[in-house]
């Protein structure tokens, strides 16, 4: 699994940091979060094919989240895409879907199913999950989880003793599905070890420090969460409904999350070193992104 971020800047890009977009590189696809003006530029920088990408996620309609949607989607016409793309987003996407299909000259072949997000699960995938809840922005924000399904060890021992042979058998009782042996019918439960947890990655999109979204990253491994401000401008970030390092830090701290990444970065900042310093203060395991940082997550257990 990849976290790779693709563009750290807030509203205005810079010549080091891009638009907003971060890829999830895991589950044998790509699924995109935010899609900032030049992100398709950003994936060809680190050799991403777009036709990977599988469903994308808008935090709220901001242009610096969406203004690269119309050129990935045009682009996947005419690199000759057939499979469906599925884009996730809050109240107004479907206005955005008229919007991209009437911009400019061009053909699609492939369907795009736009669907409004409203709190509570996204997507119940066999192998992750997808969570969202609306946080605090002045226009509709929804931050995203994505949790790992990961399935309980197989007892290989216990299943030979209740005379299971390797093979298929195998596969069907970790999978959830009983078996017979002869009379007999052998229950998953009877060869799989305790529950385990998977990875939680949690992506705040533009918001306020709130309640929702301590929620949401409640024990994640990583949060992902914007740091448009230093403390200097507390006032800006109130006005602007955006957070400080400071006030990211906090939010990981009373979410027990694992790992804090600070995105988002006003370009006030030609350093940005002091907002993870800040941030450190409060919650020690912080770092700060920067275009093109890829971040591998390994499953608990691995």
């Known amino acids: 699994m990849e976290i790779i971020f693709l563009g750290t800047s807030s509203a205005i890009p810079t010549k080091h940091r891009n638009h907003a977009s971060i890829a999830l590189k895991a589950f044998g696809e790509i699924l995109l979060f935010d899609c900032g003006e030049g992100t398709q530029r950003q994936m060809a920088h680190l050799k991403l094919s777009p036709m990977k990408i599988k469903k994308i996620f808008i935090s709220h309609l901001h242009g610096d989240h969406i203004l690269g949607l119309p050129g990935i989607i045009q682009s996947m016409g005419f690199r000759g895409r057939t499979e469906p793309l599925d884009i996730y987003g809050p109240p107004g996407i479907l206005n955005l879907e008229e919007v991209i299909r009437n911009f400019g000259y061009f053909s699609l072949n492939f369907e795009i199913t736009f669907n409004e997000v409203e709190d509570g699960i996204v997507i119940d995938h066999t192998e992750y999950k997808i ?3 609306q946080t605090q922005h002045n226009v509709p924000n929804f931050s995203y989880s994505i949790i790992e ?3 309980p060890k197989f007892l290989k021992d216990k299943a030979i ?9 195998f596969s069907k009782l970790h999978d959830g599905i009983p078996v017979k042996i002869g009379n007999k019918t052998i229950n998953p439960e009877q060869v799989l070890g305790k529950s385990r947890s998977g990875i939680k990655i949690v992506y705040s999109g533009d918001t306020r420090p709130c309640d929702a979204l301590v929620y949401l990253a409640k024990g994640a491994d990583i949060l992902i969460h914007e740091s448009t401000f230093g403390d200097e401008d507390q006032i800006k970030a109130v006005e602007n409904w955006h957070s400080t ?28 070193n002091h907002l993870k310093k800040t941030a450190q203060k409060i919650f020690e395991n912080t770092v700060i992104s920067k275009d093109f940082m890829v971040l591998k997550v390994n499953s608990h257990g691995n």
């Open 131 to 133: 969570e969202c809840i």
């Open 161 to 169: 003793e209740l005379g299971i042979e390797p093979g298929p058998d």
């Open 245 to 272: 390092a400071k006030e990211a830090a906090e939010v990981a701290k009373k979410a027990e999350v694992k790992k804090l990444i600070l995105t988002h970065i006003s370009t006030r900042y030609k350093q940005s």
């Open 149 to 151: 399904k990961k399935k």
